[in-house]
């Protein structure tokens, strides 16, 4: 195999790994499964009415990234706020790390792609000089070939490289959005068993 080409099995498998990553996430991230538009009018009802039930609680966490907050806010409802708060952040910062996986890994393929493309193209280069020391600069043919292979790997690094980027960029400002989105939905989540609690009192 040429020096260069070696290049071209790991940038193709970046590719890949890339494409898949991205259509995961899309899927997973889409808001009806991690914001149910439903969810949140169904739980309000039960602060409302008073019946707040183990069950409700364990079929939330099961339920969405979202659910998880709110039954985390839930099964402290009858605690302190500072309490109730302190719970909903801590399962809040494992739903992002959840929202968040592998979404790194896409803006490491971005970083290497463009590298490895470089080491192809040294590759390519080394079999230039290699040739022209070889056979000198009368064989228009053998240097030909290794700069094409240079400028090759360059490209194929750069093609998966921008497109990875995109993705990255992507899918760090949508989980983002969600997080925000699940944050105004926590917040007023105790702020309905402040005030459930404040009328009970």
Known sequence: MKA??????????????????????????????????????????????????????????????????????????NRDRVVIREAIEDTGRHVV????????????IASLSPLMGLLGTVFGMIRTFNS????????????????????????AGLTVAIPALLAYKYLRGRVQTLVVQMEKEAIKLVEALESQSREGA
């Open 97 to 108: 790390h959840e929202l968040d996986r592998f979404i790194g890994t896409v803006g490491t």
């Open 132 to 155: 022209i020391t070889v056979s000198g600069i009368g064989n228009p043919a053998s240097l030909a070939g290794g700069i094409a292979e240079a400028l090759i790997t360059t490209a």
């Open 4 to 77: 260069g080409g070696i290049m071209m099995g790991p940038i193709i498998l970046a590719s890949i790994v890339t494409a898949a990553i991205f259509l995961e996430r899309l899927w997973t991230l889409q808001t009806k499964r991690v914001l149910p538009a439903e969810l949140t009018e169904k739980v309000w009802r039960w602060v409302e009415q008073g019946q707040i039930q183990d069950k409700h609680i364990a079929a939330l966490q099961q339920n969405s990234p979202l659910g998880k907050i709110l039954a985390a806010g839930l099964t402290n409802r």
